[in-house]
């Protein structure tokens, strides 16, 4: 299972927890965020680390400049971008990279949900990831029912996501045993390995890193 940890904001503690080699490494580009990263440069980091971008509702101009400056590898759609605006932004030809970008496309859920929606993102998006649904497009914190997945009916790769924090690793094993886990891909962790919004806990992280790896 890969691990993305998500809405890193402070220079030294990416440093810090690029140490750990998570899979991914998510930087929010939406202002209204706490975690928004307004800093200019995104400190150089391993090759094995992917950068995504994580964006609500943005120009796709907006995308390709944060793309093309930060040499971003994933971007992650957090708001109602359409099965268009995807496919748009997958075949912008990139100045930082020969390669279409990866796309993320993120849904949120709360108790039910109508999988029918996924349908036209199949041919657009890379991967999905289920987040739930909160006040805030995400960083909410809170869990959803991971049971809702096992009708998931897709067979693209998905982050899960949504409150996970080290209380979750009991309820992660059950899930990486039920058959609601066959495509998840990842999980992406954020606010509950923070001591403040976008200042992640090392130690925290390592210890859950643990578990991802050999559990
Ligand atoms: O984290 C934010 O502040 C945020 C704001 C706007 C859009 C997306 C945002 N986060 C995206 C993520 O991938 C989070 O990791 C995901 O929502 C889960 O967060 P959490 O519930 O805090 O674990």
Not at 4 to 12: E, N, P, Q, S, T
Not at 18 to 26: K, N, R, V, W
Not at 145 to 151: G, Q, R
Request: aromatic share 14%; proline share 5%; charged share 25%.
């Amino acid at each position: 299972m890969k691990l993305k940890i998500c809405g890193m904001k402070y220079l030294d503690n990416i440093k810090q927890v690029a140490t750990l080699q998570p899979d991914y490494l998510g930087f929010i580009f939406y202002e209204k965020s706490a975690r928004h990263f307004d800093t200019k440069v995104i400190p150089e980091l391993p090759e094995t680390i992917k950068k995504t971008g994580v964006f609500v509702n943005a120009e796709i101009d907006f995308v390709i400049d944060k793309i093309n400056k930060h040499n971003l590898q994933v971007v992650q759609l957090h708001g109602k971008e359409t099965p268009k605006y995807c496919n748009d932004l997958r075949h912008t030809k990139l100045v930082s990279m020969p390669l279409p970008i990866k796309i993320i496309k993120a849904f949120s859920i709360k108790d039910e949900f109508n999988f029918d929606v996924l349908k036209p993102y199949e041919t657009v998006c890379d991967y999905f990831l289920f987040d739930t649904k909160g006040k805030l497009p995400g960083g909410n914190g809170l869990t959803f029912n991971w049971n809702t997945l096992n009708k998931y009916p897709s067979t693209k790769p998905f982050f899960l996501s949504g409150g996970i924090g080290i209380e979750q690793i009991k309820n992660l094993k059950k899930f990486q045993q039920s058959i609601a886990s066959k495509y998840c891909y990842a999980i992406d962790v954020n606010s509950k390995f923070e001591t403040k919004p976008g200042l992640k806990n090392i130690e925290f992280l390592k210890e859950f890193k643990q578990y991802i790896i050999t559990k």
